[in-house]
């Protein structure tokens, strides 16, 4: 049974760094093909996209949003961590990780429940 | 950037009713599309994957269609529990994207 919780801070000031913990279980991201991703949303809008990290360490991350963000993972804890740079209240929304089980097709299978994260000073 | 457009953004039918939502991707995307629902206060669900294939433990009244740059997702008989936020998503490649979303309701 895969699961993905998502935790970190609620409320980060402007110009901040974020730092968000994936912790996972029931598959390995040592396992050939399996990758997590990052997706946010803010309140009331669309889905987006943020990072994505597969088995073999390979990192893609959205063109727009690049120079602020680093995805790692620490495969012995079964975590993923996302930090992002520079926080503004536009990105205020509730963050997702989710599961990926091929690097050739990379929809999302399972996801964790999000955390609303708030940008206000 | 391949852009993803939904129509309608939302649609309100009866509980039987056929629903039907369309995505286009601006270009060429093969059948490296998924569909999700997401409930509200709740995380997205996969529905659909390749374009047409049910995710396991989904209900058959969902059907995905479609290849290249247009895409549709059907619900055959409407039930109260489908009332959501369908959203479509390309994979075909880095950045992945999604659609705006199309809200179903229950008329």
């Known amino acids: 049974q895969i699961t993905l919780k998502e935790s970190g801070p609620t409320l980060v000031k402007p110009t901040q760094t974020l730092t968000l913990t994936c912790t996972f279980s029931g598959f390995s991201l040592s396992t050939s093909g399996v990758g997590v991703g990052w997706i946010r949303q803010p309140p009331g809008k669309a889905l987006e996209w943020l990072a994505l990290?597969?088995?073999?360490?390979?990192?893609r991350y959205s063109p727009s949003l690049k120079s602020r963000l680093t995805i790692t993972k620490d495969t012995s804890k079964n975590q993923v961590v996302l930090t992002m740079t520079n926080m503004d209240p536009v990105d205020t929304a509730t963050y997702y990780c989710?599961?990926?089980?091929?690097?050739?097709?990379?929809?999302?299978?399972?996801w964790g429940q999000g955390t609303l994260v708030t940008v206000s000073s | 950037d391949i852009q993803m457009t939904q129509s309608p953004s939302s649609v309100s039918a009866s509980v039987g009713d056929r629903v039907t939502i369309t995505c286009r991707a601006s270009?060429?995307?093969?059948?490296?599309l998924a569909w999700y629902q997401q409930k509200p206060g709740k995380a997205p669900k996969l529905l659909i994957y390749?374009?047409?294939s049910l995710q396991s433990g989904v209900p058959s009244r969902f059907s995905g269609s479609g290849s290249g740059t247009d895409f549709t997702l059907t619900i055959s008989s409407l039930q109260a529990e489908d009332v959501a936020v369908y959203y479509c998503h390309q994979y075909y490649n880095t950045p992945l994207t999604f659609g705006g979303g199309t809200k179903v309701e229950i008329k």
């Open positions: 270009q060429g995307i093969s059948s490296w």
């Open positions: 989710a599961h990926s089980s091929s690097a050739v097709a990379a929809n999302f299978d399972y």
């Open positions: 390749a374009a047409s």
């Open positions: 990290i597969y088995w073999d360490d390979d990192k």
